[in-house]
């Protein structure tokens, strides 16, 4: 990209640089937006992955408690209760929070 505008700027007469100028800079900005949009959708995909990721830590956790008979008779509680309870107890929202502001650009 740089070396494209060098070359038209050489051959462009002095009073005729300012357009070719200002298409090359907005053509940057243009990609840099481009890749801000690519890089948000990145950020969002990570955090996903993340928080799914400390929610099956969190499930598995409860597993390996249980198989080991350490858990507490709780009453009857359904699975899909108990996977919504392990969700808010994961700690995503803090480990999130504290990870975003080195992916933000």
Known sequence: ???RINQDLLNTPA???TEPIKRWVDSVIDGMDHYKAEHHRYVKEA???LELALWKAKLDEKDENAAAGRTKKKAKL???SVRKEKRVTCGA????RNILPFLKL
């Open 15 to 17: 009073h005729e640089k």
């Open 47 to 49: 955090v996903t992955l």
């Open 93 to 96: 929202d803090t480990v999130i």
């Open 1 to 3: 990209e740089i070396n």
């Open 78 to 80: 359904d699975a899909e």
